[in-house]
C-alpha cells in the first residue's frame, strides 16, 4: 500500500514562502496522480492543486494560481508544491493524496485519490 508522508510544513510570515514534499514509501507513485488538498479551522478539506501521472496535466484552483506550482519528481518518488507569496488565508492543514491509475487528466475530486498523508501545518502571520 501506497503510504505519502507530507513534510515542509511550518510558519511564515506573508508574503513568503514554502516548498511541501509529498514522498512515498512501500511503492512508487510513478503511475498515480497526486493532489494537494487544505483544510484551515472548521472548514471543508478541498483541493488546490492536482498533477497526473506524466505531468502533462495539472490544475489550480483560482486561489492559488500563479502564486503555487505542483511538480513531481519519480525519480525520488515525491511531489512538491511550492506556495510563492502566502497570505493568511493560505493557513491550513495541507495533505498530500495519489489516486487516479495513469488518468490522462488531473483528477479534481477527493473521491478519485485513494491513499493519504497526514497532513503538514501550514501557518501564514500577518
Known amino acids: 500500500q501506497v503510504q505519502l508522508v507530507e513534510s515542509g510544513g511550518g510558519l511564515v510570515q506573508a508574503g513568503g514562502s514554502l516548498r511541501l514534499s509529498c514522498a512515498a514509501s512501500?511503492?512508487?507513485?510513478?503511475?498515480?496522480?497526486v493532489a494537494w488538498f487544505r483544510q484551515a479551522p472548521g472548514k471543508d478539506r478541498n483541493i488546490i492543486a492536482a498533477i497526473n501521472w506524466t505531468g502533462s496535466s495539472t490544475f489550480y484552483v483560482d486561489s492559488v494560481k500563479g502564486r503555487f506550482t505542483i511538480s513531481r519528481d519519480d525519480s525520488k518518488n515525491t511531489v512538491y508544491l511550492q506556495m510563492n507569496s502566502l497570505n493568511t488565508e493560505d493557513t491550513a492543514v495541507y495533505y498530500c493524496?495519489?489516486?487516479?491509475?495513469?488518468?490522462?487528466?488531473?483528477?479534481?475530486?477527493?473521491?478519485?485519490?485513494?491513499?493519504w498523508g497526514r497532513g503538514t501545518q501550514v501557518t501564514v502571520s500577518s
Open positions: 512501500e511503492y512508487t507513485i510513478r503511475n498515480y496522480g
Open positions: 493524496a495519489a489516486g487516479g491509475w495513469r488518468t490522462n487528466l488531473a483528477q479534481l475530486s477527493m473521491a478519485s485519490y485513494d491513499y
